[in-house]
């Protein structure tokens, strides 16, 4: 069995008088950001919106593919790249998980709304990847995850994660349970 993810503490404030809480996480294997996923679907409630950044193989499906595990739902969790958004409804009482690649959208609701998704946005946790500047109108409330990566021809599976809650809903919430 491998170790939890190693905590690095607190970071420092980001500025933005929205940001509630930050923590950052030294995560070491895919079975870690998975495991990471898991402790943040405990976090997770319908309405939700995850914002997750970084490179490409940086491990942003992974830890959605925990997330769904986390809040066990139907389907596997695969990169929706070429279909842009999966729908994954829950296997019990919980919300479905929306899982967006805002990689070719525009930005925004409206574009959102136009994928014709059969569920509404509100009672699920939605999980965009690469939504920074295109999904933050959708709310002020939001997680941003953004996970970083050696980059070029490397082997290393260190990855370096900082979780930041943002508005009102994540002003009482203690992300800092996810350094484990």
Not at 107 to 129: A, C, K, R, T
Request: without cysteine; hydrophobic residues 40%.
């Amino acid at each position: 069995m491998e170790a939890p993810a190693a905590a690095q503490g607190p970071a420092e404030p980001s500025g933005s008088a929205d940001s509630a809480s930050d923590v950052e996480i030294t995560v070491t294997s895919p079975e870690q950001m998975r495991e990471l996923g898991r402790r943040l679907a405990a976090l997770l409630r319908a309405g939700d919106l995850v914002m997750l950044s970084g490179e490409l193989g940086a491990g942003k499906t992974t830890l959605t593919r925990g997330l769904g595990e986390g809040l066990d739902v139907r389907g596997a969790v695969t990169s929706p790249t070429f279909v842009i958004a999966r729908v994954h409804p829950p296997l019990g009482d919980g919300p479905p998980l929306v899982h967006v690649d805002a990689y070719r959208l525009s930005g925004g609701l409206d574009e959102m709304e136009d994928l014709d998704l059969d569920v509404s946005l509100s009672d699920s946790v939605i999980v965009v990847e690469w939504g920074e500047g295109k999904v933050e109108e959708l709310t002020e409330d939001r997680l941003r995850v953004r996970i970083e990566r050696a980059v070029g021809d490397t082997t290393d599976e260190v990855r370096h994660v900082t979780v930041t809650g943002l508005g009102e809903r994540w002003a009482t919430a203690d992300v800092r349970v996810l350094a484990g």
